[in-house]
């Protein structure tokens, strides 16, 4: 094992969540079973976002037909600070010190910045926040550890004016079948908000109408999180299910009712990513209907808003106390753990791993021998009102 037999980054809030602006707490611990010689120990808080992507562009026709790939991508850097342990800073000259054996905890704080954007992990780009600490030898490898939190940066829906909006969406449909046309498919559904929180669930009522002479294969409605990757030159568009019901089948002449079906959310980032500039988040709300036999679906969106901080009146029908919702009442709390809740009646929310699962955050700077958990999943808010999180079945298209 060598002569270090710990090497770990500990932070004081056991949840690693964090809010703009707080405090981060915690200690490096590092235990030696004989001394070493090393320029110093240094600790480094990162915060950024970054988006890239490839793609095939093909020019010329027959032999002279030629493929190049194209790289895409853009960056944001919040925060980059390194904090000296023990030592020398890095670069500074001197004798280099020894560090005797026995175990030892180097306290740190560090202020996150306001305004940071909500950590996101997404197919082409990501809003990434880690520490990483080095023991810096001299003609000798290196040993590094890495710890990676999350930062939430609370959407209010009291603050959106359009969340507590209901909306209708509409659209119809007709098909044909070689040059015989039939009667329309009419698709309608509404909601009686737009704002919602993870924990809720999205009621969905909704009618189809089968005028045509075809049976409809089935309908579904599905919860979808569009992203946008901006880079230097080009923007990349995903769409990812994260929820989705279905029903059966439609005859000619008949209608089918949804009435208020429910789609759970699952704990995921907020709308709009505000303070990142070249990442963007919606979430939709879409039913459809599927024909059978060839023929595109019918599809009838509507945008919806997912926030951290639930409508009041959302507080109110889940049998909560009347407190007024706002991102005042999310404070830290003075020993730097998990954001608390400034208004005694207001529960606050549990703080549930994104439902896409986890991610591996080593970068090219990390070897093979970088210590710490390298398998992360950003935490969100969730308010455990009698739903429990749902299973994630991926589901991308470009």
Known sequence: MGKLTVFEIVLSNQQCVYYPGQMLQGHVIVEL?????????????????????????????????????RHYSASEQYFNSVLVLFGKAEGQ??????????????????????????SFEGSVGRVRYWLSCVIDKPWKFDHNTKKAFTVINLLDLNTEPTAVQGAQGSGSKTLCCLC????????????????????EIIPVRGEII?????????????????????????????????????????????TDVWPDSPIPIPPCPPSKLPGC??????????????????AFDLEVPLNVIIGSIPLQCTVQQYGMPSA???SEMYQATAAGDAPALAHPDMPPPTYAECAFGKVNIKDDEDSEYTRGNLEYAPKYTYYNWGNEPQPYVPSVTD
């Open 33 to 69: 079973s004989e001394e070493m010689k090393m320029r110093g120990i240094r600790l480094q808080f990162y915060g950024g976002s970054q988006v890239h992507w490839t793609e095939r562009h093909s020019t010329g026709s027959g032999k002279n037909r030629r493929t190049t790939t």
């Open 93 to 118: 000259s001197g004798d280099n010190p020894v560090l005797p054996a026995g175990r030892y905890s180097y306290q740190f704080n560090f202020q996150l910045p306001c305004d940071i954007p909500s």
């Open 180 to 199: 015989c046309k039939s009667g329309p498919i009419t698709c309608k559904f509404t909601l009686d908000k737009l704002g919602y929180v993870p924990g």
């Open 210 to 254: 089968n005028h045509s002479n075809r049976r409809m294969a089935k309908s579904y409605a599905e919860f979808i999180m569009v992203t946008k990757y901006h880079a230097t030159k080009k923007t990349k568009t995903t769409s990812q299910v994260v929820a989705r019901l279905e029903r059966g089948e439609v005859d000619p002449g008949d």
């Open 277 to 294: 500039r070249i990442i963007e988040i919606d979430y939709y709300v879409k039913l459809c209907v599927d024909p059978a036999g060839p």
């Open 324 to 326: 007024p919702a706002s």
